[in-house]
């Protein structure tokens, strides 16, 4: 059981958070934070993508097949050591640093009750300190609190409610919806809070379902960023078949209203006593295969198209093309997983430079590798690698960074 908890924790953590530039993730997430924007980290990426998965608890576990307590709960502690090369993601001035990190989670689930009531809760924080100070960079943090219940309503239909908050302290790619003409840096230190909650509807076709989904975001920033509120619908269409795979689709658009922030020119300027909004549109296609009965090899594949739209000279539009591959192994005292993924962005206004209008675009690759040994029922070892490299036609916007670790973790 303790096992079990841990696992239905780490799902929730699935990588649904303000991270992933115009990214998406499933549905069924218990954790569907619809936040859109600000950028990527590697070392984000490196410590939560191992859960895309697990899905959602519902997909594959029935009550009726448990004889547990009603409550079930458990928590994870975690420490390593490892090395990043590029701790700021500069282009031309790359520094690398040892690090250290600690981390704890908690997760408590409540069985279907007997008139179909369902909780899920979790709380996450993590903190990253780099050894060489000089860097600029002291520590990189991210703490997370999830709540959904849920309420089975008869014939097939589904509704719940979700409430999340994020803390995010990191280093992050902000080159996709930032400009220096607002004043910062392309890859800066990112300070914010994120509070969002979610309703959803759901209807079970076996072996098809759609779930209708609204939800609501506010955003703070430490200046010179920009806080905003974001809200949108999103629709999904899914099949389960086999041994617990799945096929899903899914369409979101989001308004998102920034505080202050200013239009932006063609050529690149302020546009004095405007307001800034975006309207980004997402669709996804995701097929997760378990390959045998006992479900030691899964598959997650998906490919996706991001829009995002301006309110003013459009110099903030682009579309993405994304694709990425996780495989996964699970033995019964070990586990491994690899996963890559690539980004194309393409912006049909933005020029290169004053000097320079060529449109530019941005292209985007990473590699992540994990595996993990199981010591006893409670203890495990784990090593992890992460590679993230950005191609562009902006001098500024070109860079590499890689991380390694290795650590302890401890099950409760």
């Known amino acids: 059981m303790i096992n079990l908890a841990a696992q239905w924790m780490r799902a929730g953590v699935a990588g649904c958070l303000i991270l992933a530039a115009g990214g998406a993730c499933g549905a069924s997430s218990l954790t569907n934070a619809p936040s859109f924007v600000l950028g990527t980290n590697p070392i984000s990426a490196a410590i939560l993508t191992n859960l895309d998965l697990h899905g959602s608890i519902s997909n594959w576990l029935s009550p009726a097949d448990l004889k547990m307590p009603s409550w079930i709960w458990g928590g994870t502690l975690r420490s390593g050591f490892g090395y990043k090369d590029n701790v700021t ?200 295969h378990i390959w045998d009965q006992k479900a030691h090899w899964h598959t997650l594949t998906k490919a996706g198209f991001d829009l995002n739209e301006d309110n003013g000279s459009g110099y903030f539009d682009f579309t993405q093309y994304r694709l990425s591959e996780q495989i996964k192994y699970h033995a019964p005292t070990w586990e491994a997983w690899v996963q890559f993924r690539a980004g194309h962005f393409d912006f049909p206004i933005q020029p290169v430079s004053v000097d320079d209008p060529t449109r530019r675009y941005k292209t985007v690759f990473s590699l992540s590798l994990r595996a993990e040994k199981n010591l006893s029922k409670a203890f495990k070892v784990f090593v992890n690698y992460s590679l993230d490299h950005s191609l562009a036609n902006v001098s500024y916007d070109r860079y590499q960074t890689s991380a390694t670790s290795a650590g302890v973790e401890y099950h409760f």
């Open 89 to 288: 993601m500069s282009s031309g001035n790359p520094r690398g640093s040892p690090f250290w990190s600690v981390a704890a989670d908690g997760m408590a689930y409540h069985l279907p009750t007997a008139d179909g009531w369902q909780f899920y809760g979790m709380a996450s924080f993590e903190n990253v300190g780099y050894l060489d100070q000089s860097i600029g960079v002291a520590n990189e943090q991210m703490g997370m609190v999830v709540g959904l219940i849920s309420k089975e309503l008869g014939h097939d239909w589904k509704t719940g409610l979700g409430v999340n908050y994020i803390y995010q302290d990191q280093v992050v790619d902000l080159s996709v919806t930032q400009t220096n003409a607002a004043g910062t840096t392309n890859n800066s230190e990112v300070l914010g809070n994120n509070v969002s909650a979610r309703w959803f509807v759901r209807k079970d076709l076996k072996p098809w379902w759609a779930e209708a989904e609204v939800s609501l975001a506010r955003q703070w920033l430490v200046a010179p960023l920009d806080g905003y509120y974001q809200t949108g619908p999103k629709l999904t269409l899914g099949r389960t078949y086999g041994h617990g795979s799945d096929v899903t689709l899914a369409y979101s658009w989001y308004y998102v209203d920034f505080d202050h922030r200013e239009q932006i020119t063609a050529e690149g300027y302020s546009d004095p006593g405007t307001r800034l909004r975006f309207y980004p549109q997402t669709v996804e296609l995701a097929w997760h």
